[in-house]
């Protein structure tokens, strides 16, 4: 934001002011974007790392796969086994 208020003190002409400020949000937006991808990349890794994890202690129902439905029977699985943990058996 201090981009555009920068801008608008050197920039006499509006017209130019106001393409500049079309070309900046414009620039932002690409980089949000990407930074968003980003991400999402380090996301995945964490969700295959887990993966791998799960598989290689044994636990049921746990292989890499990116299929959105077994994820998210995945994390079913990590939620009921989170429960499970917390409930008090006498």
């Known amino acids: 934001m201090w ?3 920068n801008m608008a003190n050197s ?3 509006i017209e130019e002011l106001e393409l500049q400020r079309t070309i900046l949000q414009r620039r932002h937006k690409e980089e949000l ?3 968003d991808m980003k991400l999402v990349i380090q996301l995945d890794q ?3 790392d887990q993966q791998v994890t799960l598989e290689k202690a044994g636990v049921p129902g746990f292989f890499v ?3 959105p439905i077994e994820v998210k029977v995945q994390m079913y699985l990590l939620d009921f086994i989170l429960r499970l943990s917390k409930m008090d058996i006498p």
Do not use: R
């Open 11 to 13: 920039t006499p002409n």
């Open 46 to 48: 964490k969700v295959s």
């Open 65 to 67: 796969t990116n299929k």
């Open 33 to 35: 974007k990407q930074t």
């Open 3 to 5: 981009e555009i208020q």
